[in-house]
Structure formats: structure tokens, C-alpha cells
């Protein structure tokens, strides 16, 4: 049994920034190859790329907006063709449009919902025929104690997040028999871009409700998501995994 990753090749979706940008960069760290998806930011994509690289690991750039399924598919096979396998898929990408339910437009919930919950459905089903093929496979899903607690101004994101805990576990059944194992990491509060704008009002209440007192780190995330996709957790499948401090416990 190894934590090495060496030999496998990886795909992180919204891989510029944030969580995703540790998480290519820690898997890399471990010995994979990793395919960094994004979005828009391209300069920041190819920061992580130089990063991955100096490493001694082999890094291709695969913008693709994961909202489109077309994209989101191709974005896989382009994965394949270019590292010549795929072991494990990282469906991070996400992001956030808060606001009450009275105030929240259509394109507000279709943009967080086609992002995370069908994003991470196209990714997964096309990795999947793949890692079908191989026997092989790990597929690590970014949810958030939003989904697991609710959280006023977040019903599009909740949402999201709640769904894609059904995608894990529905699916961790369909491939289990194929040696394929579906789990999901559940992150409270991680300082990233993404929460760099909440209120200062909001961190001290959130801090006061952390045993641990802190804000997580995108390497707190990242160091789950290693160990998901590692030999030692070959029996773990269909479970929630809750990165937080302690915020949230069930
Ligand atoms: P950031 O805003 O820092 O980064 C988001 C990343 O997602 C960027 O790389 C962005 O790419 C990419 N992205 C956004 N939309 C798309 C899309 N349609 N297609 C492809 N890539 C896209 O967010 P975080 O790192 O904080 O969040 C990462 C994940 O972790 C999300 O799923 C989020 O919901 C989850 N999470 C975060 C928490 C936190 O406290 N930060 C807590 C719980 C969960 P680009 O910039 O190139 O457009």
C-alpha cells in the first residue's frame, strides 16, 4: 500500500484557482499527471501548469466551461487523449450567486446548478466509460456543508450541493463492481476568492461556531481529496467526507 500517486493521471475541473488549484498541485506534489481545467482564467491556469511541471509532472491546460455538457464531455476525452489514461476525476469547479429566494433570477440557480450538479453528471459520465473499460478509478465530488446544512441566500447552491450527494452515492453504487469508488468531500469555510468577499461579521460567527477556530485552507481540502484518491482508501466508496473544522457534525 502507497499514498504515491505516481503512474496515474488526474483531471481537475476549475483547477485555476482556489481549492482545485491546491488540489492539481498536491496531486501532482504525490506523483500524478494532472489534466487543469478552467474556465476563463487563463494566466492563473498556466501559473499552476509551470508549478506542476517544475515538479517533474506532466501538465496539460483543458479550458471548458464544465455547464455545457458537450464541453464538459469532450473536456474528459480530450484528458484521455492528451495523458493517455485517467484514474481519477476531481469535480471541483463551482461557484456562488447568492441571494434571498424572492430575489433570485432563473440564470442565478440555472448557472450554480448547471455548474456543479450537471457539470459534475457530464464529467462523471464520461470518465466513467472509460474507467469502466479500465477497472479502475476514483471519483472525488466537491460539495459543501451547504448541502449538508442549508444556508439562507443559498438555495440554488444547497441545492446543488444536496444533489450532488445523491450523484455520489447513486453512482458509487452503478460502478462499485468495477472497482471504481464515488465519494464526496463536504469543505466549510476554506479562504479562497470565492468567500474573500464575505462580511467580517459573518467569519467571527462562523470562527465562533469552529471547535477548531480557524478558516480552512485549500490544502486542508486538497490533502482529503490525496487521500480519497489513494490505494489506502480502495474501500471507501459513497461516503461523505466533512473538511470543516468541526463546524458541522452529524
Ligand atoms: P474559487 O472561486 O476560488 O475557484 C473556482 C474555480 O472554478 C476557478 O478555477 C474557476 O475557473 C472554476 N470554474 C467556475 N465555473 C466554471 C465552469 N463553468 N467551468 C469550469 N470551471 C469553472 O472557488 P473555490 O476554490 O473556493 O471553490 C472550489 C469548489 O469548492 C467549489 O465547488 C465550491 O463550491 C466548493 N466549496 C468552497 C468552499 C469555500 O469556502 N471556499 C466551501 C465549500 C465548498 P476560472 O477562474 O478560470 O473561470
Known amino acids: 500500500m502507497s499514498t504515491s500517486l505516481e503512474g496515474r493521471v488526474a483531471l481537475v475541473t476549475g483547477a485555476s484557482r482556489g481549492i482545485g488549484r491546491a488540489t492539481a498541485l498536491m496531486l ?10 478552467y474556465k476563463s482564467n487563463r494566466a492563473a491556469a498556466e501559473d499552476v501548469q509551470r508549478q506542476i511541471e517544475a515538479l517533474g509532472r506532466r501538465c496539460v491546460l483543458l479550458p471548458a466551461d464544465v455547464a455545457d455538457f458537450a464541453q464538459a464531455t469532450a473536456l474528459v476525452q480530450q484528458a484521455v ?21 424572492v430575489r433570485l433570477r432563473e440564470e442565478d440557480w440555472d448557472i450554480v446548478v448547471d455548474t456543479i450538479l450537471k457539470g459534475a453528471f457530464a464529467c462523471s459520465r464520461a470518465a466513467v466509460r472509460y474507467m469502466m473499460r479500465e477497472r479502475y478509478g476514483r471519483i472525488i465530488n466537491i460539495g459543501s456543508v451547504s448541502g449538508l446544512g442549508g444556508n439562507a441566500g443559498q438555495t440554488n447552491y444547497a441545492a446543488a450541493k444536496a444533489g450532488l450527494i445523491g450523484l455520489t452515492k447513486a453512482l458509487a453504487k452503478e460502478v462499485g463492481s468495477r472497482n471504481i469508488t464515488v465519494n464526496l468531500i463536504a469543505p466549510g469555510f476554506i479562504e479562497t476568492d470565492l468567500t474573500a468577499s464575505l462580511p467580517e461579521t459573518m467569519v467571527s460567527e462562523i470562527l465562533r461556531l469552529t471547535p477548531l477556530g480557524r478558516l480552512g485552507k485549500p490544502e486542508d481540502v486538497a490533502a482529503a481529496v490525496c487521500y480519497l484518491a489513494s490505494e489506502e482508501a480502495s474501500f471507501i466508496t459513497g461516503q461523505v467526507l466533512s473538511v470543516d473544522g468541526g463546524l458541522l457534525m452529524q
Open 28 to 37: 501532482a506534489a504525490r506523483g500524478a499527471d494532472v489534466a487543469v481545467n
Open 81 to 101: 487523449e492528451q495523458l493517455g489514461r485517467l484514474d481519477i476525476l476531481v469535480n471541483n469547479a463551482g461557484l456562488t450567486r447568492d441571494n434571498l429566494i
